[in-house]
């Protein structure tokens, strides 16, 4: 019975440091985002973000990227991955999943804040209406506002959600860190994407990380509450 109670009390400890690491996290990530913000409206990062773009063109003409054609195809492919069609389908998909498996509160939950993550995407795009890069040719269509990066902030509010609420699903620890592993490893390399294509300031795709972020933990700690641990 000793031992028993210790493991528990162990489990809470954890479960208590997640908290408040993931309080910092989401304080520190907050903050950063206020602070760029302000940066980006006050014209401060044009600098770095240009010298970004234009140091992965061909200095000789700066419609063409650099590396080999193969890069910019896989690119292309990767930036698809945080659009609002493929992210819709894996939602729909993942909703789905959870409503066979009768978890109707999870699923419920998930949508409604992906769905309010995805607003406040677009909340605040219209409200900073920061205008895209002009300075490289873009190697997408696009047609909406610069900051933040919908493609991050969407892929980290979506594929951080639901990481962190299907590794609640698993007993096992390695499936536990293997979803918002997976997660993370996504939602970065789609936001590296758009800034090679041309589409997106540097700036942007860190302000719709760190937008995504905050919503993610936000999340997180309110699943905890209505879901239980």
């Known amino acids: 019975m000793h031992r028993i109670k210790l493991h528990l009390t162990r489990i809470a400890s954890a479960a208590e440091r997640r908290v408040w690491l993931t309080a910092l996290v989401a304080a520190l990530v907050a903050y950063f985002l206020f602070e760029l913000t ?67 509160r999870t699923a419920l939950f998930v949508t409604a804040s992906i769905l309010g993550g995805w607003a406040l995407s677009s909340a605040m795009k219209l409200g900073i209406a920061r205008p895209r890069p002009e300075v490289v040719q873009h190697l997408v269509e696009v047609t909406d506002m610069s900051f933040p990066s919908g493609h991050a902030m969407l892929s980290a509010i979506t594929y951080l959600t639901l990481g962190a609420m299907l590794s609640r699903l698993e007993e096992r620890a390695s499936l536990r ?16 994407s758009r800034i090679y294509l041309g589409v997106h300031y540097p700036t942007d ?20 509450r209505v879901l239980g641990r």
């Open 38 to 104: 302000g940066e980006v409206l006050e014209g401060e990062t044009r600098a770095f973000d240009e010298g970004v773009l234009l140091m992965l063109r061909d200095p000789a003409d700066p419609a063409m990227p650099r590396g080999p054609a193969w890069l910019t195809k896989m690119m292309v492919d990767i930036t698809a991955l945080g659009g609002v069609t493929v992210l819709t389908l894996l939602v729909t998909l993942v909703v789905v999943y959870l409503a066979l498996r009768q978890k109707y």
């Open 177 to 192: 860190y293997f979803f918002p592993l997976v997660a993370v490893v996504l939602t970065l390399i789609i936001g590296l």
């Open 205 to 224: 795709v860190l302000g719709g990380w760190a937008a995504g972020t905050v919503w993610a933990c936000g999340s997180w700690f309110v699943a905890r």
